[in-house]
């Protein structure tokens, strides 16, 4: 079947080098795609938002999946643009419905779905500038650290950790006269959680699911986990303190509650949950977050741990069978690195020429932020074209084996003001 992958960054590199080994897919358009997925299929110059063009194509090209990587057409309504229209219905999507998708797309809607079902979580208020002060108010009750985040999507940088009540007053007025544009015209103010992070993957039709390869990533530009947060640095799969005993915990009281909401709520959901998880120092697991979609930089290192025919997986969820899936999971570890461009999450400069990955041995290279041009000579030339440029994968027997592969290989290639952390999994 021809097949349509819409985004253009790691996750979607990753979704591509497995879609590419289905015996179901003949033809793969990733639209927009990159460098890197065009050695896996055919690039289309359409944006992941633009629906009508998605349209036009999908028609074309008898399209008869739509597989969707990003967060952003997902809230934006791709799924319910392409059921409710007549000459697309019969294309399944990988995807929640709108409403679905309201879980990344509002923290407020997120923490209400998980009040509402009594999904564990951090202690939470919301608020707008109609109400700046009873917010301030509540700030002044709070003891440090504070947590604010921005309500709505941020591209993984709007949430902040305060230290002080008049560090987190100052950012919160900050936000609310739009420090993250639209996405922080509301702002929820949680109560700090101490542990360890770690995230939960699980495919679903909004009545069954299957549980994928567990992750940890890492936010914070700086090793040691400082500075600012980013969109991801790098992720480790599975976490070493991840035991069976917790997957039961979570299993119980977060995954099926929350699979159990849909159908109370009569959210249609078929596709990617990603649960932010909290490993609290007194053994609780809360929820930090979900997501609609999978992770990134956590795709590169569950992806391929993923042994199944994944268009295969994808037709018996959209079919209903997802139940009868076994779903077949490597033993070896995954680590990711990212390469990232000197200054990111700030300001930093794109264009920068790129070499070495031909040299890589024994990791997968996944492009997250790139771009080919031409030289005077007419030859075409790598080039960063992000924050988030590469993502080094390597699988070993062990995690600490296949972190220093991928360290290795990030140190091979080159360009001008690389960075990358050299901490990855420094924690666990």
């Known amino acids: 079947m021809n097949i349509l992958l819409l985004g253009s960054g790691g996750r979607e590199h990753a979704f591509a080098h497995s879609i590419a080994k289905s015996n179901k897919c003949s033809q793969l358009f990733i639209a927009p795609g990159n460098p890197g997925t065009l050695q896996l299929g055919i690039n289309v110059p359409i944006a992941t938002t633009d629906f009508a063009a998605i349209k036009s194509f999908a028609l074309e090209n008898e399209i008869k ?3 969707v990587g990003p967060e952003a057409p997902l809230v934006e309504g791709i799924y319910d643009f392409v059921v409710n229209d007549a000459e697309l219905r019969h294309i399944p999507v990988i995807g929640p419905s709108k409403i679905g998708a309201q879980l990344e797309g509002s923290k407020a809607f997120s923490k209400a779905f998980m009040m509402r ?6 202690a939470y208020a919301e608020f707008t500038m109609a109400t700046l002060n009873e917010g301030l108010a509540y700030l002044s009750q709070q003891t440090p650290p504070i947590v604010l985040k921005a309500d709505g999507l941020a591209a993984g940088k709007g949430v902040l950790i305060c230290s002080s009540i008049d560090e987190a007053k100052d950012e919160f007025k900050q936000m609310l ?3 993250f544009g639209d996405a922080s015209a509301k702002v929820v103010i949680e109560e700090f959680m101490d542990g360890i992070e770690f995230s939960v993957f699980v495919l679903t039709d909004g009545k069954d699911y ?3 390869p567990t992750a940890k990533d890492y936010k914070r530009i700086g090793e040691a986990d400082t500075g600012l947060n980013t969109g991801g640095m790098g992720a480790v799969s599975p976490p070493p303190f991840v035991t069976d005993d917790m997957m039961k915990t979570v299993e119980d009281t977060i995954i099926k509650p929350t ?7 009569g959210i249609v959901y078929i596709g990617f949950v990603y649960v932010g998880l909290m490993y609290l120092k007194t053994g609780e697991i809360k929820v930090v977050e979900y997501n609609c979609r999978m992770g990134d930089p956590e795709t590169e290192a569950v992806f391929p741990r993923w042994k199944n025919d994944i268009i295969e997986v994808f037709q018996s969820t959209v079919e209903g069978r997802l139940s009868n899936v076994d779903i077949d999971i490597d033993e070896r570890a995954a680590t990711t690195i990212i390469l990232a461009s000197g200054g990111y999450p700030e300001d930093f400069e794109k264009g920068k020429a790129i070499t070495g990955i031909d040299e890589i041995k024994d990791s997968i290279v996944f492009h997250c932020g790139t771009k080919l041009i031409e030289d005077d000579k007419g030859q075409g030339i790598l080039v ?4 988030r440029v590469l993502a080094v994968t390597s699988l070993h027997v062990d995690w600490k084996s296949a972190l220093a592969i991928s360290n290795k290989n990030a140190s091979i290639i080159q360009y001008e003001a690389k960075y990358y952390r050299k901490d990855i999994g420094f924690d666990l």
């Open 177 to 179: 006269d739009g420090k």
């Open 210 to 212: 299957k549980i994928l």
């Open 384 to 387: 960063s074209n992000g924050g």
């Open 117 to 122: 079902h009594q999904v564990p979580t951090a």
């Open 259 to 265: 699979i159990q909401g849909f159908q109370k709520d």
């Open 65 to 67: 999946m739509i597989i």
